[in-house]
């Protein structure tokens, strides 16, 4: 969902992609998260599951985590990218920064964190945009 707000809202050149650290590899997104989106106008029909590799982390300017213990994971799976793995609620009230995993439980779990993605990549976007900006 993160994924699909943050492509929908960024400006030209600015490259956007998404992986698991426990990702279904292959698999579509889940259903609640398909429908959410739908009713947003954007389309989830097209995406699969990959996994986080520390290739990917390597190719990347910026990688946002729901939880401080994605943090953690990704910077243990690839040591060099500390300093560029932040939570996607960074900018939100420290109550808030966290966005809990909604798979397997339910609409309303998806609801709830669709509703604090959304805020969070409305933080992130004018940053991300302004830095593309002064390449």
Known sequence: MAEALLRSGAGPGVEVGSAGLSA?????????AQRLMAERGLDLS?????????????????????????????????PRVRGRVFLLGHWQPPESR???????????????????IQLSVGDW?????AEQRSL
């Open 24 to 32: 279904l590899e292959g698999l579509p997104a889940d259903g609640d």
């Open 46 to 78: 097209a995406h699969r599951g990959r996994q986080f590799t520390p290739a990917l982390a390597m190719a990347a300017d910026l990688i946002l985590v729901m939880d401080e213990r994605q943090k953690r994971d990704c910077e243990k799976k690839a």
């Open 98 to 116: 966290e966005i809990p995993d909604p798979y397997r439980r339910g609409p309303e779990a998806f609801r709830r964190a669709l509703d604090q």
């Open 125 to 129: 976007l004018p940053r991300v945009n």
